[in-house]
DNA sequence: CCTACCGATCGGTAGG
DNA sequence: CCTACCGATCGGTAGG
């Protein structure tokens, strides 16, 4: 597994870091803390001096991610944009996320319905919150008269779908940018493809 | 769980068709063999006179709902439509299938990567295979003056992964039939929300 | 279709 | 950070 080690990392960093690429390669279950372990040349038990179980590790990422996400649509919401450009800003900051923390993406996208409850219907609750604030955005340009849809949720749906599917194949390596990767999901959300 | 039984159906059948169901909403790792046992009310071992292994009905249904794919396409590319109606009849084929196998699409969107190989390979291929189809949609209409994308590659994985969406919320019983759900997304791939 | 059971592995604790 | 170990559970087999 390729993980890069910063400088100055603790140990509880180190876990948390190599712990998202083995959930993002093998899923949550089929991930053991011995295979954790393993890739940080320690033994099983000593994990657990550092953190307190397996989920734990899981709720970090989700919730840490879902913060972040919210975090990119804070500035947005605060300038006077067109329908038109609010949603450009959203899709970019959206995208800035995905591509800046691709494996803890996959694992919040792919791994929260492993959360124990209450953390379970927190989740789906700041979930439903993220997809709101996409709802209001597309229901500004609506009633603006910048946008027209069959349906304001169905849209909503339609794009975040298609913004998320971007973890599954961005590179940091390869051509194209997120800025790039941005405004060609918006081209296609906004204009089409004809 | 909520399954309906068909009239006749053989062991083997109820089987893969309760399977499909845990695997949905579990997940294939986190599903044992005893909690599908428990769901037929039989004993875990007697599954074995029925199938081979666990991952043989993984195996069934990613490669089965692979094929179903595929077959939804053969129509289409015999016609002679225009660029446009060609896409619009291939989503309405891939929205088709994804709205009449829900549960068995979840799994086989989402669980695949636990196929052992050569299975694991083979699968990727045909997945490859079918998004190259969509390529030579795309690519026909851009040559025809009929679409514009920045990067057809692109315009595949935006489009299939909003189609692909369609299996999280979908519900027979909801007032949007497969129908209006393939012309709405048609309508936005290809128009834009503008 | 069952009971009885296999070796392997799981997350995690005790105690140092 | 380790060794030693826990009870629970896993997919699957033997034998009927």
């Avoid at 603790?10 to 959930?23: D, H, M, N």
């Avoid at 794009?159 to 194949?169: F, G, H, K, Q, V």
């Amino acid at each position: 597994m390729m993980v890069e080690a910063p400088k100055t990392e603790s140990r509880k960093e180190q876990i948390y870091r190599v712990a998202i690429t083995l959930f993002r390669e093998k899923g949550y279950i089929a991930s053991s803390m011995r295979d954790l372990a393993k890739e940080l040349n320690i033994e099983a038990p000593s994990l657990y001096s550092h953190i307190k179980s397996k989920e734990e590790i899981l709720q970090k990422v989700c919730f840490e991610m879902a913060e972040t996400f919210f975090h990119g649509l804070n500035d947005i919401e605060k300038r006077n944009f067109s329908a038109k450009s609010r949603l450009e800003a959203a899709i970019h900051s959206h995208i800035n996320v995905i591509c800046e923390h691709k494996d803890a993406v996959a694992v919040f996208l792919n791994e929260w319905r492993h959360l124990s409850q209450p953390h379970y219907s927190d989740f789906v609750q700041l979930r439903n919150q993220y997809e709101e604030k996409f709802h209001t955005y597309i229901k500004f340009g609506v009633d603006k008269g910048e946008f027209r849809v069959a349906d304001v949720n169905f849209a909503v749906l339609t794009i975040l779908s298609s913004l998320n599917w971007t973890y599954n194949w961005y590179k940091e390596s390869g051509k194209m940018k997120p800025e790039e990767i941005a405004s060609n999901l918006s081209e296609i959300l906004i204009k089409g493809i004809s």
